[in-house]
């Protein structure tokens, strides 16, 4: 057995392997090319509410 | 009825057993709150039980039967989650229901009991079962084996009878594994089907709630209760859920084009697990017979669902993981997880998200040419309850199997389908198909276009009854 298996449980390896965790997501993730004109799926809405010239309209 | 009696019962004979008044709705509630009591710290599965609302509640209900003001769910028990399953959270009370549990309430159901999970709802990456305030989850068919997670003590206490249903939350298998390991039936719904409010959030995106019940037809009378507008989750769509019924069902699910690949079994299932998922996908032929090859695009599901929960999920707790009671969670490689998401780029996530709008015009294509995808649920068996889930050189033993539910690419099948079912916001139904080798449960999921709920609950349900997996009941 070697000193690594023994320590799969040791926080600052734990901590190494999250970090090297997240840069393979990444890598993996920039590898896949995306067209410039796609956009993420539209998170942000602007809030519902009267403006002023849709009330003046209404009048 | 007595307490054995209503043990194991589905929502639709409690609902009939109650209009009949073989039981009311307070004795029905005692039964369910002295289950609980008694057999939920066997599984792990209680984080609180409720007992004067319940009472309460049970009683209001006495008095809608009476008056024959009783709707499909009057009278029966329910789980509901709000501890988060983490110590740092232990003593957190809210001052108003989540929105599904006001609706499930105004439907007339009773809260028996809040349901342990995996702690933040394993945001972070766990490694151990044990990673929850309840302990591990153990499964009703063997309480060595893992009931799944997140949804740990919903799995658990559906599957062991000690409620006729509970409500899961899913970001990326979360209501998906704890069905398919407990032999229960679960729905994920679309994304924005059902309101979040009230609910912990991992993820802004990703997160849904949905039913977890013994039977397709119990999901979907869950379902009609929970779904809907809600001006206090800007992401619900509105959009309310009828099931199909009689004559549209049973044509639907004739006429559905299913779209399967082969190799997701005969590859990728484990060996004790294999012959039951064989015998379900042809039991399932049987059923809705036009099978089509189809299979996921090529793309990285499990790295893109990765991104996008732990980004979000490091911001939505940044205060805890930046504080004193951060230490108090229970597994050290979910915290290493947490701590590293912190550090996720902006355009990584950013660019999972862009991958995301290219899943779903790959998925809607696909949806041009078959109506639904058959996949296994899981394609192994519960693990062992000691067993690490990350995979990592174990001290001496063999390397355990695999996690398979990421893969893509050549040869892939589709057993991508989770993550990716999850990052496209579609919806997904997990039901039992008979037993491995090793007497744990296996199951099948399918999965739709955004909104199928109708289509996959009548598919679920025509194979419910023809087979009877799911009525099957773990030694009590």
Known sequence: ?59 | MNESEVRFCTAAELASALRRRRISALELARAYLDLLKKLGPKYNAVAALMPERALDEARRADRALAKKNGGPLTGAARGAPTTWGAPPYRDQIFGEDATTVARLRRAGAVLVAKLAMVELAGGGGYRYPSASLQGPGRNPWNIERWSGGSSSGSGSAVGAGLVPFAIGSETSGSIGTPSAYCGITGLRPTYGLVSRKGAMALSWTLDKLGPMARTADDCATVLEAIAGADTGDPTASGKRFRPLTGRAATSAAKRARIAFADEDVSEHASPEARRALEKGVAEFKRIAPTFVRATLPAMPFGPMVQTVYSAEGAEIFAELIEGKRFEQLVDARQKAGLQAALEIKARDYLHAMRLRTRLQDALAAMFRDVDVILSVGRAMTATPITQPLDNPAPPGGPKPPPDKRNLSGPGSGNMGLIAAGNLAGIPAIFFPCGFATDGLPVGLQLVGPAFSEPLLVALASAYQRETDHHLKRPRA
């Not at chain 1, 393979?24 to 602007?46: M, Y």
Request: proline share 8%; hydrophobic share 35%; net charge negative.
């Open chain 1, 1 to 59: 057995m070697t000193e690594e298996e023994r320590n799969i449980d040791d926080p600052a390896r734990l901590a190494d392997e999250a970090r090297e965790n997240a840069d393979k997501a990444a890598s993996e993730l920039r590898a896949q090319r995306v067209p410039i004109e796609t956009e993420p799926p539209t998170v942000f809405k602007p809030a519902l509410s009267v403006s002023l010239a849709e009330r003046e309209i209404e009048q």
